[in-house]
């Protein structure tokens, strides 16, 4: 549910009553005519069919992914010639027909906690923010999944501005390697292996809606999941969706990852304030497709993200039907305190009332984890994250005013 941003006018705005299937423009992979076809973020079957086309014997074109595949993903080369297991002839023949590429990074920041945020250029000049969170033993990566929301949900700044695009595969998995990048954590051939994994977990909590780019969150969670590449389990992987029922099912069957939902409320009145998707798939269909996801996945249990806004959603009365609602569901709940950002129209619960809160649900049999706000000196904590030059163009009132609460 972490937000991110970017600087860009939307091509399309998409309301929650819009279709499933929205008219969203994604960036091929072949760039303009004479160029070079990116090879990060193709599943391994597109992978074979663009070496083929490319002049690769189809008998060979197996074992010539398993080489090149293991070049780009294990060990983090960008350099055709560098895959010294390829004839010199192959490797310029890939050099003139494929490129390796990845988004760019504009500017880095650290936290004082170590929370690192990066602000990437994809194609078309967009700009995104992905953060990397340094935890004991483990380090999750939060990315996102298109440029700019759809869903506009009140209490965080990434709803403050429209949809531009989707992102392809290869601008998803490249998150992950520009990260690994930064942290140096590519193996170095013929040091002595070490297990020890800097980007452990990856979040799909940054901007947009996972579910309504689902092919493309697929493909690259294919990616970033093979076991001869990055290699992280379905299990270090969770998507956050806002509640994009119909696909909930098609996340389960064709990803199998872990799955956070933004909840937020406990009464469709107020859901529809906070996360206006509600208005189109309200609180009894939501949970009646979530009863189905811990089978259909073999998933051990849902999370249900829940901010703690002062005096709209953090009473005692919240906080039992919380965990009446979700009755029979494996689950924890994830408790948030809000994050302020520019113009926000809500206020932080306070810690007192946030533990009480947690207490009942704790009580009720759930875990009940308050998240400690990570990277709030750089903009970076949950909800907050937005780029610079989108940073207050709307002003409190305006931002209120779209989340139909009085003017401050």
């Not at 006018?9 to 009553?17: A, F, G, H, K, V």
């Not at 000196?377 to 139909?404: F, H, N, P, V, Y």
Request: net charge neutral.
């Amino acid at each position: 549910m972490t937000c991110l941003a970017q600087t860009d006018r939307p091509m399309t705005d998409q309301s929650p009553s819009a279709p499933i299937t929205q008219d969203v423009m994604t960036i091929p992979r072949r760039l303009p005519e004479g160029g070079r076809v990116n090879l990060v973020g193709l599943t391994r079957e597109q992978f074979r069919d663009a070496l083929i086309a490319a002049g690769t014997p189809e008998k060979q074109a197996r074992m010539r992914v398993g080489q090149i595949w293991q070049w780009i993903y294990h060990w983090g080369v960008r350099d055709f010639a560098a895959m010294t297991n390829l004839a010199k002839d192959y490797r310029a023949l890939l050099a003139d027909r494929f490129e390796i590429a990845l988004p760019e990074v504009v500017t880095r920041q650290v936290s004082a906690d170590g929370t690192r945020k990066y602000l990437l250029r994809i194609a078309g000049g967009h700009e995104v923010e992905t953060v990397y969170i340094p935890e004991e033993n483990r380090g999750t990566l939060c990315i996102s999944s298109q440029v700019g929301c759809t869903l506009t949900c009140s209490f965080c700044h990434t709803g403050t501005q429209k949809l531009v695009r989707n992102l392809t595969a290869g601008e998803i998995v490249g998150q992950v390697m520009v990260a690994r990048d930064d942290l140096g954590e590519w193996p170095v051939p013929g040091a002595p292996k070490d297990e020890t994994r800097l980007v452990s977990n990856v979040v799909l909590m940054g901007m947009g809606e996972p579910l309504y780019n689902l092919e493309n969150v697929r493909d690259a969670m294919k990616v970033v999941m093979d076991g001869e590449g990055l290699s992280l389990s379905r299990r270090r992987i969770t998507l956050s969706t806002s509640g994009v029922v119909p696909e909930i099912t098609r996340a389960a069957e064709e990803i199998g990852c872990l799955l956070a939902v933004s909840f937020h409320a406990t009464t469709d009145e107020v859901r529809d304030r906070l996360v206006p998707i509600n208005k189109r798939w309200n609180i009894e269909t939501l949970l009646a497709a979530l009863r189905d996801y811990p089978r259909l996945s073999n998933s051990e249990r849902i999370t249900f993200e829940y901010v703690m806004l002062k005096d709209v959603n953090d009473s005692d009365a919240d906080a039992r039907r919380l965990v009446k609602l979700i009755a029979g569901i494996p689950a924890k709940i994830n408790l948030i305190p809000f994050n302020e950002w520019p113009g926000a129209p809500y206020e932080r619960s306070d810690w007192q009332r946030i533990e009480a809160f947690a207490d009942i649900v704790h009580k009720a049999g759930y875990a009940s984890p308050i998240r400690t706000p990570r990277g709030e000196d750089i903009m970076a904590a949950c909800g907050q994250l937005k780029s610079a030059t989108e940073r207050a163009r709307k002003s409190r009132a305006s931002i209120a005013a779209e989340a139909g609460l009085p003017r401050p």
